[in-house]
Each structure stands twice: as structure tokens, then as C-alpha cells.
């Protein structure tokens, strides 16, 4: 009765194409009783393209002020609706998630959403993130600042964007830092309201 991830990955996947939604990440939590599976979707590409043309005309009057369009995932709470009743229904035919009742809950990432993919590096080129490393970088696994560059597998976080604290502060000897994306444990953007 184990669940299997990647075909549940997979299925949410394909149920998000149908959507013009893309899967930004999935977990599964919990033990026998009380289990919890958590999908976080966005707009595809072509989406955001829309939306992004749409707030440059001012056609879309309720976008947050002072967040740029490409930060936002687009998706509605009507999204999320139909998407997690389609969603649902695949996995309870399918049977995908064995054994007794689970909660299956949709969103969108967020503004403080996680990075993971190297498209994700890139699409968020200016942006204020936060990562941790799995091996220490200048005797520092915490960093904080504005990622001013993605290539070739290479972050290059700046970090005079912010007011570094703890070991960073003492780690800072230089304005940025450059961090290899194998040595990223995890990543997030940090919102700027």
C-alpha cells in the first residue's frame, strides 16, 4: 500500500496540461490516519505571457501593486477548484493513493515560492532569494540576496541587496558570491512588498 510518487507526479502533471497549468512541486505527508496531499500549481508559459501582456495594457485591475507580473503564478481560485475536482477524481479512480481517506489540497506556490528547476533559476533573474547550501560556501550554508545571474549551473547571488546577518555577515568579503546549483539544498524567493 506504498504511494507511488512519481506516477501521482506524473498524473498531476497531465491533469494540469489539460488546465493550461503547469506542477510546480507535490508533497505527501502524514501517517496512516491523517494524510495530506499538497499540489501547488501555476499558469503554463503561455499563460503568464497572457497575463503579463494584460497587466502591461491595464486590462487586469486586482494584481497586487509593487509585485512584478512574472513572480505571480496566475492562478485563480477557480484554478485550484477545478483542478484539484478533476485532480481527485484521477486519483480515486486510479486508486493511486491506497488505503483510507487523504485531504487533497491545491494552491499556487506563493510569493515566497520554492525554486527547483534550473528554469526556475532563470525565470527569476533579479529577484531576492534565500538558499541553503549542502556544503558551505566562504564557511557560510545560509545566503540571502538578489540573484543577479544564472549560467551554466552557476548562481551569482548579490549580496549587498540586503543586510546579511549571523556567519554570512563575517562570510561577506566580497559584494556577491557564486554558488553551484548541484550545492543548492533549497531555494526560495523572498517577497519584496
Not at 546577518?165 to 556577491?176: L, P, W
Request: charged share 25%; hydrophobic share 45%; proline share 3%.
Amino acid at each position: 500500500m506504498a504511494v507511488q510518487l512519481d506516477q501521482i507526479r506524473a498524473t498531476a502533471e497531465r491533469v494540469a496540461a489539460s488546465h493550461n497549468l503547469e506542477l510546480v512541486d507535490l508533497e505527501f505527508q502524514g501517517g496512516v490516519k491523517f494524510r495530506t496531499l499538497r499540489v501547488f500549481v501555476e499558469k503554463n508559459a503561455a499563460e503568464r505571457a497572457k497575463l503579463a501582456e494584460l497587466a502591461a495594457n491595464e486590462a487586469v485591475q486586482d494584481l497586487p501593486k509593487g509585485v512584478p507580473v512574472e513572480r505571480l503564478s496566475g492562478v485563480t481560485h477557480e484554478d485550484c477548484a477545478v483542478f484539484a475536482q478533476d485532480f481527485g477524481t484521477v486519483l480515486d479512480v486510479e486508486d493511486l493513493i491506497p488505503g483510507a481517506e487523504y485531504t487533497l489540497e491545491v494552491s499556487s506556490p506563493g510569493l515566497e515560492r520554492k525554486l527547483f528547476r534550473p528554469e526556475d533559476f532563470t525565470r527569476f533573474q533579479g529577484s531576492l532569494v534565500k538558499l541553503q547550501t549542502f556544503t558551505p560556501v566562504n564557511k557560510n550554508r545560509q545566503w540571502q540576496g538578489r540573484l543577479a545571474k544564472f549560467s551554466d549551473g552557476v548562481l551569482t547571488i548579490d549580496l549587498s541587496a540586503v543586510k546579511q546577518k549571523g556567519k554570512a555577515k563575517k562570510a561577506v568579503t566580497e559584494s556577491t558570491v557564486d554558488i553551484a546549483l548541484a550545492n543548492v539544498e533549497k531555494a526560495n524567493l523572498v517577497a519584496e512588498i
